[in-house]
């Protein structure tokens, strides 16, 4: 009997996330929910990413991490719009929270606004928060095995990061294997390789830019438990 | 009206935990829950153990992961007694799942049981399983902020590992800051540097053997939301 809970919390999220997507679309403002696990590099990403276009757009972020500041404090220098929301022992941001860092943030400036989501490959897959684009993020660290171990972030990411291949020639991993493993989960998604710390990130620069300048929704496949696994 | 929910969940997840821990008692078997974000090295640092301790100790795994069977194949070449679990979109491994996967090992001949988590540093933190310690495991790829933005895992950890120290060299690592939070978050737990790909594990074997002779469960301080914070 524990099911039904469970869909009404995603049924009220939805709904927040539909009420949420209307205020974007009503501001003008483009949004991408970042997700990847700790370490992947997102917050040098959008460090990286308001030094080459906070002077072309304005660009707000919201950072959820279980503690600290840091995110933001980080990302401060580079912009003033600008969120931390701390979720405790929760996995993931949901649409309430967002729609709370939404009234502390001027989003009718802002062209683009990131949601950079709780270090987690799993959990923050399954809600909506009314963003455009989910953008998945994996590193060459972690091994080439993690895009088919945790499918669900690719079948629904508009585009999939690879991070730090500028350490391709110091660690094991196997790009062949990992582009035949997305190409196999989710074909339509383009695999932008880059190097954040070389400042290497033209192919994700790229993607932004056009993504936003397209204001489309990517309609992401239903999400389905049980697809997608080797 | 939902939190009474979640609180049933968990009670009826700490009962099958506290059978799942008289079992593994009854059996003789020390219990090790692993436990770190996807990439850190969790299966080839249990590779390198089996390698190591698998002719001295009767070891058995059970691996979880969202999907594939990729662990388990890795560590077949080692050990007899492993068990897959695929959870799906499911974070997390539970006690059930544990429990259900007990009844296809030989648990009466084992010393020593790992429990490869879900590659996740939030969601295992607060489900216990039955096991008799938790171990926490970084690695220097992801950064040195991780332990403070993630304390939960480090707060209730019996240890430590930071893996693919190897690696210092080639990324920006600031390892007194993380040791510094780590003794800030917990003091008592040791913090075990290794590099599993340079075979450099034995403060992680001596760690294990110590602690699995002793046979003492690790009693982690209380989950508190909020602590430790900085």
Known sequence: MKIPVVENVLKLNDEIARQNRLAFEAAGVYVVDLIG??????????????????????????????????DAERLAGYCDNIVQINTGNGCHLDANQVRQAMGRLDIASLDLLFIENVGNLICPVGFDLGQHSKVGMFSVCQGADKAAKHPYLPLVAAAILLNKIDLLAHVPFDLQQFRADLKRINAAAPLLEISVIQNQIAPWLNWLTHACTGRGEHRAPEYQPGVAES
């Open 37 to 70: 696990a700790p370490g992947c590099g997102k917050t040098a990403l959008l460090e990286a990413t308001l030094q080459k276009l906070g002077g072309i757009l304005e660009i707000g972020v919201i950072a959820g991490d279980p503690a600290t500041s840091r």
